[in-house]
């Protein structure tokens, strides 16, 4: 890993391919200033599940953890479909998946608006 790694997967080989798609987007757009501001403000954990796959999100200096299952105290978490989670990293939008329930969300509402802008691809 070198310095200007902004992505930290947790055992690469066994990551689900949720994991691996939310962090390669991350690291796509941590190299914009803005987003680089957004990752060293955020702290703490979000779970994401999509179908049977569940990841940890750990936020810390400036740097996101990758962790495969759900982190025991994680601020937040957000359950939907793949598809539902794609169209908001294609810029979708959250709020009509919210509304129609295709996504949840539990815990920290600032912190998933927070982390929004790092998962658009």
Same mark, same amino acid.
């Given at each position: +890993?070198?310095?200007? /790694?902004?992505?930290?997967? /947790?055992? $690469?080989?066994? +990551?689900?391919?949720? =994991?691996?798609?939310?962090?390669?987007?991350?690291? !796509?757009?941590?190299? !914009?200033?803005?987003?680089? *501001? *957004?990752? *060293?403000?955020?702290? #703490?954990?979000? %779970? %994401?599940?999509?179908?049977? +796959?569940?990841?940890?999100? !750990?936020?810390? #200096?400036?740097?996101?953890?990758?962790?495969? =299952?759900?982190?025991? #105290?994680? *601020?937040?978490?957000?359950?939907?479909?793949?598809?539902?989670?794609?169209?908001?990293?294609? #810029?979708? =939008?959250?709020? !009509? $998946?919210?509304?129609?329930?295709?996504?949840?969300?539990?815990?920290?509402?600032?912190?998933?608006?927070? +982390?929004?802008?790092?998962?658009?691809?």
């Amino acid at each position: +890993m070198s310095s200007d /790694d902004h992505v930290i997967i /947790d055992d $690469p080989p066994s +990551m689900s391919l949720l =994991g691996l798609l939310l962090g390669s987007i991350v690291e !796509r757009q941590a190299h !914009r200033p803005e987003i680089q *501001r *957004r990752l *060293r403000k955020l702290r #703490g954990s979000v %779970v %994401v599940e999509a179908g049977t +796959m569940t990841i940890t999100m !750990r936020f810390e #200096g400036g740097k996101v953890t990758i962790l495969r =299952g759900a982190e025991q #105290g994680a *601020r937040a978490q957000v359950r939907g479909s793949m598809s539902a989670l794609l169209d908001i990293s294609l #810029g979708k =939008g959250m709020v !009509r $998946p919210w509304l129609s329930g295709q996504i949840k969300t539990k815990g920290n509402p600032l912190l998933l608006l927070r +982390m929004l802008p790092l998962l658009r691809a």
